[in-house]
């Protein structure tokens, strides 16, 4: 029996024959299922022979009265549609950045029966020791910006990688355990900034170009595997 078939039955268990009902001139669920997997056939970016990349962050987005006759069964279809992606994903040897999150949005320009799926890759991102705080961020001469996240940024620098050794950690497939080195001089002339790459396997880019070693200002996009980080720089 197929992955979409045992979805269908675990579904008919969960939703009443009323309940059921309603659903057929609307938005099916095993329908979403079946674009969820799309999406990420999609998306697929190669990382190597048996291993590729997809994203991790879905939106699905509907009606108002398919958001709200979905809204109605919480959160076991969420969890029902998260299983189906997550055995899809390891059927074809997918890769996730992080997480997986699912969540379903209202469209005004979508009518009854129909909905799109939107998905973007975010990383989650970490530094060893206490929660950072906003005070923390606002007295430091720069921060990095990641997926909405803010990481204060002093000298003498900080070192980003997806390893345990790394000051700044980023769960990210497409980053090597020590990628980047984003130093920061201060002195009588002001803090200068600038990226240097370790070695890593897929390089960095900065505003969109590929570099070894740059200076860079604020406003800056230092871009390592699937996972940008900009620079913001304290204006005195």
């Given at each position: 029996m197929g992955g979409l078939q045992r979805f269908e039955q675990r579904l008919e268990q969960m939703i009443s024959g009323a309940f059921a009902?309603?659903?057929?001139?609307?938005?099916?669920?095993?329908?979403?299922?079946a674009a969820l997997a799309r999406e990420?056939?999609?998306?697929?970016?190669?990382?190597?022979?048996?291993?590729?990349?997809?994203?991790?962050?879905?939106?699905?987005?509907?009606?108002?009265?398919?958001?709200?006759r979905l809204s109605a069964l919480g959160g076991t279809l969420r969890s029902e549609l998260l299983g189906q992606l997550k055995d899809h994903a390891a059927a074809q040897s997918y890769v996730f950045t992080g997480p997986v999150d699912l969540t379903f949005d209202v469209a005004d320009d979508l009518t009854v029966g129909r909905f799109r799926v939107r998905s973007q890759t975010l990383s989650r991102v970490s530094q060893p020791g206490?929660?950072?705080?906003?005070?923390?961020?606002?007295?430091?001469?720069?921060?990095?910006?990641?997926?909405?996240?803010?990481?204060?940024?002093?000298?003498p620098g900080v070192v980003v990688g997806r390893g345990n050794d790394a000051d700044l950690r980023v769960n990210d497939p497409g980053v090597s355990r020590r990628h980047v080195e984003v130093r920061v001089v201060s002195d009588s002339a002001g803090d200068r900034i600038s990226v240097h790459d370790l070695g890593s396997t897929n390089g960095v880019l900065v505003n969109g170009k590929r570099v070894e070693n740059a200076a860079v200002a604020d406003g800056a996009e230092i871009r390592i595997g699937n996972t940008t980080l900009t620079l913001h720089q304290r204006q005195d």
């Open positions: 009902r309603t659903f057929r001139s609307a938005v099916q669920p095993v329908e979403i299922s990420v056939d999609n998306s697929a970016q190669i990382l190597s022979r048996d291993r590729r990349l997809v994203p991790n962050d879905f939106h699905v987005e509907l009606s108002a009265p398919d958001h709200e206490p929660e950072i705080t906003d005070t923390q961020v606002r007295r430091a001469p720069a921060y990095l910006e990641v997926n909405g996240e803010r990481l204060p940024l002093a000298a």
